[in-house]
């Protein structure tokens, strides 16, 4: 079982930033991919940015230049520095860790935080 937990979504006006943070904990051995998703109101949850172990990032097209994601594996959580935020950024923001080592071998199961809301005022 792995457990995340999301912090840092806020009311912001456009132009602003925020730093978003998930922390996994539970019994696991590594996490290979950790990432963030977000979910508008009256759409379908879509990818923002994820990151391997490695250090290898994926963004999507539209917060490229604008988002940056981070990880600290020895503490097992993932950050999303949001700058330059549109009105179109709102949305719950949901962490996401797939691809996880237990004891008993690779999970099949990825895992997602209850989500934390962000709201860009124009």
């Known amino acids: 079982q792995v457990q995340l937990v999301e912090s840092g979504g806020d009311l912001v006006q456009a132009g602003g930033s925020l730093r978003l943070s998930c922390v996994a904990s539970?019994?696991?051995?590594?996490?290979?991919?950790m990432g963030w998703y977000r979910q508008a109101p009256g759409k379908q949850r879509e990818v923002v940015a994820t990151i391997i172990s490695a250090g290898s990032t994926n963004y999507a097209e539209s917060v490229k230049g604008r988002f940056t994601i981070s990880r600290d594996s020895a503490k097992n959580t993932v950050d999303l520095q949001m700058n330059s935020l549109k009105p179109e950024d709102t949305a719950v923001y949901y962490c996401?860790?797939?691809?996880?080592?237990?004891?008993?071998?690779?999970?099949?199961?990825?895992?997602w935080g209850k989500g934390t809301l962000v709201t860009v005022s124009s």
């Open positions: 539970g019994s696991f051995w590594r996490i290979v991919t």
């Open positions: 996401n860790a797939n691809q996880i080592l237990t004891s008993s071998g690779w999970s099949g199961i990825e895992y």
